[in-house]
């Protein structure tokens, strides 16, 4: 609980689409070692492009953004 705080905190919007509405915290990649300490495998979604991710139909520009931030690499 106190690791999804901090995520909501950190990213406060969707970190694809920028919606505030129906967030909830994802984990990058379920295949991970789990570290119950850490936040930074973990992204703040909206409930619809949380179902995208989960389900791999993500347009392709979409689906870069979702890579570039998984990877540390956008400047937002």
């Given at each position: 609980k106190n690791r999804v705080s901090q995520v909501k905190k950190r990213?406060?919007?969707c970190r694809i689409c920028g919606s505030k509405?129906?967030?909830?915290?994802?984990?990058n990649n379920p295949n991970e070692e789990y570290d119950c300490d850490g936040i930074d495998g973990l992204l703040l979604l909206c409930r619809s492009c949380?179902?995208?991710?989960?389900?791999?139909?993500?347009?392709?520009?979409i689906?870069?953004?979702v890579n570039k931030v998984i990877e540390g690499t956008d400047n937002g």
């Open positions: 990213d406060k919007v509405r129906s967030l909830c915290v994802h984990h949380h179902l995208h991710i989960v389900h791999h139909n993500l347009p392709e520009i689906r870069e953004a």
